[in-house]
């Protein structure tokens, strides 16, 4: 698994110029894995297959056949499905762009397709297409919007790569799958939904060059602003995804993103409560952000279509942290100390530094090693308390209350003369 996944991980230091901009400045997007197997929710026959639920059809977990794991679209009826409430949700939660799977590796199009008609539309009583509600309301809402598409992988077609338990791979006509799926429902996506943010490809190992550039023309072509991960593979993309839940330990390059998970699954699995707190997840976003990323955090709705609580309720604790301390995260920049403090992460903006506080110092002092700027103010942000600055050698040293204020992450706001300097060697 993260053997896999760091080989999908590249850091690839990509860099989109100027139409990276909204991206850099963005920080936090909403990641939504939703499709035929969040209605088993980790079932199959009276079983559970614990892990990742997405995945149930493969024959690594519950091994579906086709014919079963297709009959599964005349009973998917999300009826509680309200695009309203999701975006009102990410928004509230202090997120820029949503990106949604159009279609996960199980093969099923989760929007009204006409290159396949086994998508929600045609194949369920649902009867609507849910991600035309979803960017139309982002549009509304004035949030970013971008499609998952599971380039490489089909399990539903024998042409396609992953599944070997009904087909033969020896047999498979990759080029077929390709020009008759592939490339078509792409162009759906980039032609039917508006201006979109991002599209999001996954399994980059075994394209081709020249798949994953038509792939790259073919959405370049008709919205040439928007972005392209990495894992299209070949290094073709205009930003870098790290392994699927990697925060890196030190400062990345280039144009990047975290993706991670509200609980330890992509997909709404019943058994996992694992949520991460409101405090938990600011402190995510700020250390992505501290590091130069952006954090695109999943959540997985039901089968119904409602999002569970355990993730909106914490979501929305992080989204007023966020609200509150805008200024540290959107548009910031990462720690000049390239990693984090045992106390806490540093994020930079307009002049100031920003220290987040994690773990409160008993001692009531910060010590930060090589920075040469004089430090012109210094407070706690948005609370009371006393901060002094004073310099020893090579420390600053932050004085601050010894009891830490009640919040979750205070952070500590210094400005800074002139352009940053920081030996960064010494921490
Ligand atoms: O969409 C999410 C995952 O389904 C997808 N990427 C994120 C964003 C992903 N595709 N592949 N992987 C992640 C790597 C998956 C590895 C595993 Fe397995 C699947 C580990 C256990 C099941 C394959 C089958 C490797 C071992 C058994």
Avoid at 52 to 57: A, Q, S
Avoid at 344 to 361: E, S
Wanted: aromatic letters at 12%; glycine letters at 10%.
């Amino acid at each position: 698994d993260t053997d896999m996944d760091k080989l999908w991980g590249e850091r690839l230091e990509l860099d989109a110029g100027e139409r990276g901009a909204w991206f850099k400045e963005a920080k936090y997007a909403m990641f939504i894995h939703w499709g035929l197997y969040s209605g088993l929710a980790g079932d199959w026959k009276g079983k559970t297959h614990f892990g990742i639920g997405e995945w149930i059809m493969n024959k690594h977990l519950a091994g579906i056949s086709v014919d079963e794991y297709r009959a599964l679209a005349k009973d998917f009826n999300p009826v509680k499905f309200d695009a309203k409430a999701w975006v009102t949700l990410a928004k509230q939660s202090g997120m820029k762009y949503i990106v949604i799977t159009a279609k996960h590796h199980d093969g099923f199009a989760m929007y009204d397709s006409a290159a396949s008609d086994y998508n929600i539309k045609d194949a369920s009583p649902f009867g609507r297409d849910p991600l035309k509600e979803l960017a139309d309301e982002c549009r509304k809402q004035g949030i970013g919007f971008g499609f998952y598409y599971s380039q490489y992988q089909d399990w539903n077609e024998k042409d396609a790569f992953g599944n070997g338990w009904d087909f033969n791979p020896k047999e498979a006509n990759f080029s077929k799958y390709f020009k008759e799926k592939c490339e078509p429902q792409v162009k759906e996506l980039v032609t039917q939904y508006g201006d979109l943010a991002v599209l999001w490809f996954d399994t980059p190992g075994k394209m081709t060059k020249e798949d994953s550039m038509a792939l790259v023309n073919l959405v370049k072509k008709h919205q040439p602003r928007c972005l392209i991960n990495s894992r299209i593979g070949n290094g073709v993309g205009d930003y870098s995804s790290l392994g699927d839940m990697e925060i890196p330990p030190e400062n990345v390059g280039g144009l990047w993103e975290c993706v991670d998970t509200t609980n330890n699954s992509w997909s709404y699995a019943w058994y996992d409560e694992n949520w991460k707190s409101g405090e938990q997840i600011a402190q995510n976003v700020i250390s992505v952000v501290a590091r130069g990323g952006t954090y695109m955090l999943n959540v997985g709705p039901r089968g119904d279509g409602s999002i569970p609580k355990g993730a909106s309720e914490e979501l929305l604790v992080a989204g007023q942290w966020i609200k509150n301390h805008a200024g540290t995260i959107y548009g910031a920049e990462a720690s000049p100390w390239h990693k984090a403090f045992p106390w806490g992460d540093v994020t930079v903006n307009h002049g100031n530094l920003f220290l987040h506080v994690f773990d409160w110092p008993q001692s009531g002092k910060i010590y930060l090693p090589g920075l040469s700027n004089k430090i012109s103010g210094a407070a706690l942000l948005n609370l009371k308390g006393n901060v002094k600055v004073s310099k020893e050698g090579d420390w600053t040293i932050v004085s601050i209350p010894k009891v830490k204020p009640d919040a979750i992450n205070p952070v500590i706001q210094l400005k800074y003369d002139g352009k940053l300097k920081v030996d960064h060697s010494l921490a």
